[in-house]
């Protein structure tokens, strides 16, 4: 089974998405091939990712939807004439009850299914925002996790729905953790971490910025 995995992240190889893709990797026996959607032509990539048996697409929750760049190399794909080919998802979000990334979910399947093949599935992990940003140990159950899925993916060429529910738990917020999330508390707490960010990327001055007024 040829498969290829694509990073459809802006951020490219220094985002959320590919320490996932890192840790899907560190449970394989064989490292597969990772391409960026970023630095490719789509209409060239679309063409190419026919000598694949399957095709593994990586990729940050943007607005509820896909990357622009995700969505460009879709337009760029034509359905495939035979309906041998397997096309699977893993979504990772800011946001963290999984529900958020459900019509992404939905538009994916029926996009496999028009593209002429197999859906493996939407794989959906939300609260990954950090990810790249605090130390890894806090997200050591989820690398795992990934390690997992990795795992039993190159064992039966599919993905584990066990981990796969696991991964997307929770699907929707408890009263209690809304609750928490519109505490005053809670909402101070991330605005230090948002003025952390923007003062490390030299933009804290120019927060209130309204460019297109
Ligand atoms: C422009 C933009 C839009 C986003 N929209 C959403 C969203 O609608 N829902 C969500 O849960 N997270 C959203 N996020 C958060 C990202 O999904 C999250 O930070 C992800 O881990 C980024 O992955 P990356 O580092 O590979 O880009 C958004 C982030 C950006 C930059």
Known sequence: MKTLILNGSPRADHGNTQLFIDHFQSGLTQP????YVLRENPTTLALE????DTILLVMPLYIHAMPGIVMKLFEAMNPHPTNHKKFGFIVQAGFIESSTARYL????????RRLNYTYLGTVIKGDAA????????FFG??????KALGSEFEKNGSFD????KNL???VHLSKFQVWLLESRFIKQLNQIGWNWILKR???FENRFDRPYL
């Open 168 to 170: 997307g738990n929770p």
């Open 49 to 52: 990712m026919n000598d694949y």
């Open 161 to 164: 729905p066990v981990i796969v």
């Open 130 to 137: 950090a990810c790249s940003i605090l130390p890894h140990f």
């Open 201 to 203: 990327n030299g933009c």
């Open 141 to 146: 159950k989820l690398f795992k996790q990934l």
């Open 32 to 35: 597969l091939l990772i391409r």
């Open 105 to 112: 979910e939905n538009y994916l399947s029926s996009l496999a």
